[in-house]
Each structure stands twice: as structure tokens, then as C-alpha cells.
């Protein structure tokens, strides 16, 4: 995917864009394989030093990086 | 016999509509059984019949041929944009964005990812979801799961058929132990080992002297391969510096390399002013500029090098317990010991028997051996400190492994059983002080937890078939390496029970290893006493005391071989015995779980101790 608007550097930008697409892709099919009725609505991958967050949608992605609290 | 049932109508009453009507049930036939045939079957009670209601499925195996993978790098360019779109231009990705931005869907879009993003930072802003919230419940368990350990990886250096159809260079054919091991220090994904036959004067023209870098995630093919002009017999990496190695040949040579230059050896040392035998040790010293080490080697000499010149070793040290400095006298030295924290001391095991301590910063080298321990039949094959108690340390040689302490210098402290293999190689386990390890020649690897149980290892694996010649413990002490002799390399994983430290095991460890040490110690001083009583004494009978070495040898030699075959058939009549001794005591056990069959056994046992004890005499 493309970053439209991003408030980290291009190069991050891209990798996280397109990364993340391909993850989302994949989560999505996987939660629609073990039922067809269901669909993937958040996306949270905690990490040692972030917390991603995607938000999925038909055509974009919404993508947020967290520092944990503790 | 038929059974038929006959039926007839008149063909002019054919076509007739048929009236059915209901009647009760007649029995047509009636076949009684006969007993008369019952002699022909045979009863079968019960009859064991399955009833199923699934389909029918067999099973097949199907073995794949084998894939070689290999590790490539891929370039990924920017893509995603619309086919007009040039991502290298600036504007045009510029005015893309911006037309996105007016779409409408897209700020619809926009505005509910944004909420349900939003509730989600909230959430993750309020509290910390994944906490640990029960820590200290976790230091109840007990480690109640029996020791085991696990293969996790086998390379070997037998490569498959293809290299050897289509590569044009010698496979190795041969194969060669794997002499030595040694982990990477910082990552421990890698294992350099060393590969030479030390069998005398075996090596064939085509052995090849190569020694391979493994990584551990691709067991095929080595990561580098070491060419040296002389086959490696220990190599070891820089703890401070883990792109350097040293090595030492087996024509006595010293070598080091440099992995971030290739497989060729940066330095090689003069041939006149190295070992004139193998280098059976090399171990690298504690230096400010990290580029000391020291080798050992069984012509009986100890060198010291700096790396960035190998053209002459900076110190030498002859091992002559008789501290005269005579080559002559000297014992050739197996293998090194050197600790870290101590810097100048370090210990050197022989081939005699011999454990000898020595000091590096004496002032003449007679003071430099500061003392001596014998205690093994055989040459010793390895020795190292325990790395919490740096008194205690272990050897292994011959059929036992010993555990000294450098207080007590007559005996070990403590020592495992006679085992009916040599014992190759051991190391005390990085986490845990009363844990160490020991390979055999008939391919086992023991765990041994002397805590826990003396008399047998706490874990007895059989790696392979064939003597295993190295052992090495990575840092973190849960994955061990052993190099067999023929070249393969079985990476172990330990059960967490074994490499987890327990509660109390420091303190019960102390408390072990000075019970011991103190034990020898009352028992070297009675020695002592008693010598000098004898001395004596006999300083008193001067005359009778000469009689006793005028035996001739033929005597001394009978009287030997008379004692040697006594205590073999002793031995063999008491393993009989025992083996004739479990079955009764096994059935008495079962029948009752009375005191008085305990009784009974006792009894029995105690006439048999007798016998034993007789014959034993």
C-alpha cells in the first residue's frame, strides 16, 4: 500500500505501509476462513518496544504506533 | 435345501383388479435346527465383534525428496502507486495525495477508523493490558518433570548424494572427529568446531584439513570454512572479539584467523618456535588488548602469544613437576585451564595423570608450577573451574570424572563411579553449580547432578553410536554441543529442570563442597600422622624395613597378577549374586506388603552380605 498521510519519515512510512497491508491481508482471510460470516475489525500487535495498531477498511488503512505505558 | 413358494392364477383371471386384504402372519417355512451339525462348529465365547459407522481410510507414507534451501536477499522497490505514477517523482506522488485526500470515501473512511482507533489508544492509555499481575505465584513450582533433554539440530558433514555427483571438488570422505567446539560468544547461533584425525599417522592423502563455522540455522553447509595448512586440533573464539579465532594444528602450530577476511589464516606461527606436537589446547587470555592467548601441547611446553605477532611466542613454561625446566622431564599437557577472574593462575592437565597448577607471574620458573594433583590412571582430557566456586574444579580422564578442590592436593573431593568406557570430555554447567557434564566413548552424554544423586548421572542420553570426542556448554546453559568421531555434531536441548537454578542450590552446593573438602582434609592429615609414625617406627628397625624390596620382580609380578585375577572374580561373583538375589526379593515384595515379608527379606540378605563378605576377604 501507499502512504497518503503520514506523520513519520517516507522510508518507515513505506515499509510500515506495506507491511502492514500484507499482515492485515493476511488476518483478514484467516478470521474469514474460520467463519465466513465474520470479518477482521482491529488489528493490535504488541511488540517488546511499540504497540501497532491498524485499523482496517475496504480501500485504507488507518495505522497507529504506540509506545506501551509501562 | 430350497425353499420355494409356489404360486398360481388362471390366465383368464389375469387383468382381474386384485383385492387385497389383510390376514395374520403364516409361517411358510419352518427350518428347526440340527444338532447333528453342531459337532461341525466350535463355541466361541465372546465374540469379539466392532461395529463402525465411518468410512474406510488407509494410511500412507510418502517421503519428499530432499529440498536444499539457501538464504537470498530480495530488493524490494516502492510499488502500490497507480500505473501513471512515477513513486520516484515527487510532484506526481504529491498531487496524487492530495487528490485522495479530497475523496470523499476516503475522509469517511477517515473519520470512523479514527473513532474506533481512537477507543483503542484511550484503552491502551488507561491501563496496561498486559501486565503481569501474578509474579509471585510463579516461584511455587517445583520442578517435579524428570530430567530430559532433546536433539534440536545433527550436522553433519557428510554432505547428501548430490554434492557428490555434481560437485566438482573432493567430498569429504573421510571422516575426521570433531576434536573441539566453541560458541560464539555474543550470539551463541554459531559453533565453530574443529576437525582433525588424531589417530597416529592416519591421515589418508584425500582427508581434507578444513574446520567449518556452522550456523545453527542451516545445518547443510557450513557458514565458512577454515583452511589451515595443518588440521586444527582446538579452536576457539576471542571472547572479546567474536570475529577472531585461534587455532591449533596438528603439526604444532598456532593460527588465527579473522572471519570477516575468509577461510585462509591471517598469521600463522614459525614453525621452529612452536609446539613440536599437536596443540591440544589453546585458550585465549584476559588482556587489556584482547589479543593474548596461550596454547598447550603435549611436547610439554606451555606458550604464550600475542597474536599480532606469531612469529615468536612471548613466554614459555616447560612442565616439569620436578621444577628443573628440563624438557626431558616434562609432561605433555592434554589440555588448559584458565579462568578469568584469576588471571595469573592456571592449570594444565597431562597425559601422565597429572593436574598441575601453575602461577604465570612467578619469577623463576621453577616457582612457576605451584602444585601438582594426581589422581587419574590416564591421560586427562579435560578440566575446567566451576564458575561459581572457583576452588572447586572438575577433571575428567580415564573411566572417572573427579571433582577437586585446590586446598586438598592428595585426592579429589568427590568422584563418580568406575564406568565401563572412557570418559572424553566434561564441563560444569554455566547455571547451575552442582551440575556438570561428561561425554563417553560408547556415545553417551551424562548429566550428572551431584546434589541431587552421586552415584549415578542424573541423565544418561545415548547421543550416537559412535565415541564422543568434544563437549561443549553454550553460555546460557540449556543447549549443549557434542562432536562424535566421525564428525557429526549433535546439539542437545536440556530440560528446564537441569538449567534452571533452584532455590537454596547455591547454599547447599557451599555447604556440600566444604563438607568434602573438609572431609579430605581430616583425612590427609591422619595420613600424615600415620606416615610419620611409620617413619618412626622403621627409623627404629632399620635392618628389617631393607628386606622388603629385595623381592624380585618375577615375584612382585606374580604377586600382581595373583591379586588382579582375585579381585575380578570377586567382582564377578558378587554381580552374579546380586542378579540371583533380585527375583526372590521382587516376588516377596509382591506378595504381601507386610512388614514381616520385609522382615523375611531382610534375613535372607543378611546370610548372603556374609557370603559375600567372605569371599570378598
Avoid at chain 2, 604377586?559 to 527375583?583: C, G, K, M, S, Y
Amino acid at each position: 500500500g501507499i502512504p497518503i498521510r503520514t506523520t513519520l519519515d517516507n522510508s518507515t512510512s513505506v515499509q510500515y505501509a506495506g507491511l502492514l497491508h500484507q499482515l492485515t491481508m493476511k488476518a483478514r482471510s484467516t478470521v474469514r476462513d474460520i467463519d465466513p460470516q465474520n470479518d477482521l475489525t482491529f488489528l493490535r500487535i504488541r511488540s517488546k518496544k511499540h504497540e501497532i495498531m491498524v485499523a482496517p477498511d475496504k480501500d485504507y488503512l488507518l495505522i497507529v504506533i504506540q509506545n506501551p505505558c509501562e | 435345501m430350497e425353499i420355494m413358494y409356489v404360486y398360481t392364477r388362471k390366465r383368464s383371471e389375469f387383468g382381474r383388479p386384485c383385492s387385497f386384504s389383510d390376514r395374520p402372519a403364516k409361517v411358510s417355512v419352518d427350518i428347526p435346527p440340527d444338532p447333528g451339525m453342531a459337532s461341525g462348529f466350535v463355541l466361541r465365547n465372546p465374540v469379539d465383534s466392532a461395529v463402525q459407522h465411518t468410512s474406510d481410510m488407509s494410511e500412507h507414507e510418502v517421503n519428499t525428496e530432499r529440498v536444499e534451501v539457501e538464504s537470498r536477499g530480495v530488493n524490494h522497490v516502492e510499488g502500490g502507486w497507480p500505473k501513471d505514477i512515477n513513486p520516484q517523482e515527487v510532484e506526481q506522488t504529491i498531487r496524487f495525495r492530495k487528490k485522495v485526500e479530497k475523496d470523499e470515501n476516503y475522509v469517511n473512511t477517515i473519520m470512523h477508523l479514527g473513532a474506533l482507533m481512537e477507543h483503542c489508544v484511550k484503552q491502551n492509555n488507561a491501563i496496561n493490558i498486559y501486565e503481569e499481575y501474578f509474579e509471585e505465584e510463579e516461584m511455587a513450582e517445583l520442578e517435579d518433570e524428570p530430567p530430559s533433554a532433546k536433539t534440536i539440530n545433527v550436522i553433519s558433514k557428510l554432505t547428501s548424494f548430490f554434492d557428490v555427483l555434481l560437485s566438482k571438488r573432493d567430498p569429504n570422505v573421510t571422516k575426521r572427529t570433531a576434536t573441539h567446539l566453541s560458541w560464539h560468544p555474543d550470539t551463541c547461533k554459531k559453533l565453530a568446531v574443529a576437525y582433525s584425525s588424531l589417530e597416529f599417522q592416519q591421515n589418508t592423502k584425500d582427508m581434507s584439513f578444513d574446520s567449518y563455522i556452522w550456523d545453527l540455522e542451516n545445518p547443510n553447509k557450513p557458514e565458512l570454512v577454515l583452511k589451515p595448512s595443518s588440521p586444527l586440533v582446538c579452536l576457539e573464539y576471542n571472547p572479546k572479539d567474536s570475529h577472531v579465532l585461534v587455532g591449533g594444528c596438528y603439526n604444532g602450530q598456532l593460527a588465527y584467523w579473522d572471519t570477516r577476511k575468509g577461510g585462509l589464516p591471517v598469521e600463522l606461527s614459525t614453525v621452529e618456535v612452536s609446539h613440536r606436537d599437536p596443540v591440544y589446547g589453546a585458550v585465549w587470555l584476559q588482556s587489556k588488548t584482547g589479543t593474548e592467548c596461550f596454547s598447550a601441547s603435549t611436547d610439554g611446553q606451555v606458550l604464550w602469544w600475542d597474536i599480532r605477532k606469531l612469529s615468536e611466542p612471548t613466554e614459555t613454561l616447560v612442565l616439569d613437576i620436578t621444577r628443573k625446566g628440563l624438557r626431558e622431564n616434562a609432561l605433555g599437557a592434554v589440555t588448559l585451564e584458565f579462568e578469568p577472574t584469576m588471571p595469573t593462575k592456571f592449570m594444565v592437565g597431562t597425559e601422565q595423570g597429572i593436574v598441575i597448577a601453575c602461577n604465570r607471574k612467578a619469577k623463576t620458573p621453577s616457582e612457576k608450577i605451584t602444585s601438582t594433583y594426581s589422581g587419574h590412571h590416564g591421560p586427562v582430557y579435560a578440566l575446567s573451574r566451576n564458575p561459581f566456586y572457583p576452588k572447586v574444579f572438575l577433571t575428567v580422564g580415564d573411566w572417572t570424572a573427579r571433582i577437586w578442590s585446590e586446598e586438598t592436593k592428595e585426592s579429589s573431593i568427590m568422584w563418580t563411579k568406575y564406568h565401563l568406557s572412557y570418559l572424553t570430555d566434561g564441563c560444569w554447567s554455566t547455571v547451575r553449580p552442582a551440575v556438570f557434564f561428561t561425554t563417553r566413548s560408547d556415545g553417551t552424554l551424562d548429566v550428572w547432578d551431584f546434589l541431587f544423586k552421586q552415584k549415578d548421572p542424573s541423565l544418561s542420553l545415548k547421543v550416537c553410536d559412535e565415541p564422543l570426542a568434544s563437549l561443549r556448554l553454550q553460555d546460557n546453559g540449556c543447549v549443549v554441543g557434542c562432536g562424535s568421531k566421525l564428525g557429526t555434531i549433535t546439539l542437545l536441548e536440556i530440560s528446564s529442570g537441569l538449567c534452571t537454578l533452584q532455590r537454596n542450590e547455591k547454599t547447599l552446593a557451599t555447604a556440600m563442597f566444604e563438607r568434602e573438602t573438609k572431609r579430605e582434609k581430616i583425612l590427609e592429615a591422619r595420613h600424615r600422622e600415620m606416615r610419620l609414625k611409620e617413619r618412626a617406627r622403621s627409623e627404629g628397625q632399620g635392618t628389617e624395613e631393607e628386606e622388603r624390596p629385595m623381592e624380585s620382580p618375577q615375584e612382585v609380578l606374580d604377586r600382581a597378577r595373583r591379586d588382579f585375577f582375585e579381585v575380578i572374580e570377586a567382582e564377578l561373583q558378587r554381580r552374579a549374586q546380586a542378579e540371583t538375589h533380585r527375583p526372590p526379593s521382587a516376588s516377596q515384595l509382591k506378595n504381601h506388603a507386610g512388614e514381616e515379608a520385609a522382615a523375611k527379606g531382610e534375613e535372607s540378605q543378611l546370610p548372603r552380605d556374609e557370603e559375600e563378605e567372605e569371599e570378598d576377604a
